[in-house]
Each structure stands twice: as structure tokens, then as C-alpha cells.
């Protein structure tokens, strides 16, 4: 929602602006669907030409995704503490009944709790497969903790392709703009003999192209780029949240203090707070 806001503030003072000083939108509005063609189709067209499908799918997702906010919030990552404190318990009572919850995590009763945490895939890859390691003897921590830095790390380099990727656009619309200004140059150029009144409305025409493509690039683009990159990494975090519950569940450290080793681990502003996760530990430890 505050992003809407800052797209709305963002047209109300720079438009409103331009119309209190005097500006008239006309000559604007007559060149903006040449103007936006040009730039906009030239922008698009680098966009598809210099990276893959999956990382023009996840921009797209990616736009939506900004406008959201983050996937994960702070009763999730609590979710995901009390789900890593039975699936902890439950390894260290009895393994054998541990392998039918993280070879079938689907039909599991402790993930099915957890509807959320379920259905992200990276999350449950994740702590099935470092505990399936656990109970073929990998068990050293510190090569575990290798490896899931290693495996988290590639997540966080395939999730910040999409604002890398609208980063590139978005540095690369005020180049545009100068072309299709240029183009207008040249266009006013081939009618030097028409009266001033007419060359005026020519070259503001061609103005019109600098305007768009910096404006673009500097008021929509890069801030969605950045808003992007910004919910990326919060989103990333939980995952860390995880690495460092199991990394501690492998040093063979107390099952709470696994837990909040694991809730310390996560950014202040989505951590949950000491007594909530305390009281949803306490519900699940009666209810077993």
C-alpha cells in the first residue's frame, strides 16, 4: 500500500508542479504515446534481449511482489520455530519417526500445521533434506553449516536476479530518452521552415523524450528495483532463521535454545518476541 502512495505523491508533485508553474499538458499529451513507444518498446525489447525467461517471469512476479511486500512476516517466522522445535524433539526421542515426517512432508501432521511453511518448497527442501543428512551420520555442524550457507547463498543470488534485472532497465532509460529526443531533433530539424510557433511545439515535443526517460528510469523503475531488492532479502532471512536452528539443533545444544538461537538469528523488525514464541512452545509441549 505505501508503495501506491508513493506513486501517487510522486505524479502529485511533479505534474502539479509543472501545471503551477504555468506548464501546459498538451504538448505533453500529444507526444507521450510516440515518446512512450519509442522509449518504452526500446526498454522492453533490451529487457528480453539480455535476460533469460525465468528471470523475465520473476520480474513480473517481481512488480506484484513490491507492491505486496514481503512473503514471510513475524508469525511466520514463529511458525517456523515451532515447527523446527517438534521436528528437533521428535529426532532426538526417536528417529525412526522422524523419517516419515521429512520423507513425506505433504502428509506430515506437523508441517500440515503449518499450511504456509508447506507450501514453499525452498523451505521444505530445506530442513528435510539437512535432517536427512543428520540421520545418515553428516552430522558434523560445521560442514552442515557449509553447506546450507552454500545452498542459501544460490537462492539469494537466483532471488536478486529480477532486481538486478529492473536495476539494468532502469539505468538504461535515460539513454533511451536522449535517443528518442534526438529522434524529435531531427524530426523539428526537417521543418526548420516552418514558423517559430510550430518549431516550439516540435522541440518541446522532443523535450518530451529526455523527460520520460529519466523520469521513468528514476521515479517508477529503480524505486520498484529497490523496493524489490529490499522484500527479497527480508524474504531470505526466514530461510537463514532456519540454518541456524538446525546448524544449533547439530551442536546438540537444547531444543529451546536451538529455537532461540534461530529466533535471535532474525531481523528485529519481523522477530518474534521472546514471551510469544516462550507460550507458543508452552502450548506445543502440553499438547504433545
Known amino acids: 500500500m505505501i508503495g501506491l502512495v508513493g506513486i501517487v505523491v510522486t505524479f502529485a508533485m511533479v505534474f502539479g508542479g509543472y501545471l503551477l508553474a504555468g506548464g501546459k499538458l498538451g504538448v505533453i499529451m500529444h507526444s507521450l504515446p510516440y515518446e512512450m513507444m519509442m522509449i518504452g518498446g526500446a526498454a522492453v525489447g533490451a529487457f528480453l534481449l539480455s535476460n533469460e525467461m525465468s528471470v523475465i517471469k520473476q520480474s513480473l512476479g517481481g512488480i506484484g511482489r513490491s507492491v505486496k511486500g514481503p512473503k514471510w512476516h513475524e508469525q511466520d517466522l514463529q511458525d517456523v520455530l515451532c515447527l523446527l522445535f517438534q521436528l528437533l524433539r521428535i529426532a532426538r526421542a526417536n528417529p525412526v519417526e522422524l523419517e516419515g515426517h521429512i520423507e513425506d512432508p505433504a502428509n506430515s501432521p506437523i508441517f500440515q500445521t503449518y499450511p504456509k ?172
Open 117 to 288: 511453511i508447506l507450501a514453499d518448497a525452498q523451505a521444505v527442501e530445506l530442513i528435510a533434506d539437512t535432517l536427512r543428512s543428520a540421520s545418515l551420520n553428516y552430522d558434523d555442524p560445521y560442514q552442515v553449516e557449509e553447506m546450507l550457507s552454500q545452498r542459501i547463498g544460490l537462492m539469494n543470488e537466483e532471488a536478486m536476479h529480477a532486481p538486478h534485472a529492473l536495476q539494468n532497465m532502469a539505468d538504461a532509460l535515460p539513454a533511451l530518452g536522449i535517443v528518442a529526443a534526438v529522434l524529435g531533433v531531427i524530426k523539428t530539424m526537417s521543418a526548420i521552415d516552418q514558423p517559430p510557433e510550430v518549431l516550439g511545439k516540435m522541440i518541446g515535443g522532443a523535450l518530451v523524450g529526455t523527460f520520460l526517460g529519466v523520469f521513468l528510469a528514476y521515479a517508477i523503475v529503480a524505486p520498484f528495483a529497490q523496493r524489490l531488492q529490499a522484500v527479497m532479502k527480508q524474504d531470505q532471512s526466514f530461510y537463514d532463521v532456519i540454518k541456524s536452528v538446525l546448524v544449533a539443533g547439530l551442536h546438540q545444544h537444547a531444543t529451546n535454545l536451538c529455537v532461540e538461537v534461530g529466533r535471535q538469528s532474525a531481523p528485529e523488525h519481523v522477530r518474534p518476541s521472546f514471551g510469544d514464541l516462550e507460550n507458543a512452545l508452552r502450548d506445543l509441549k502440553r499438547a504433545s
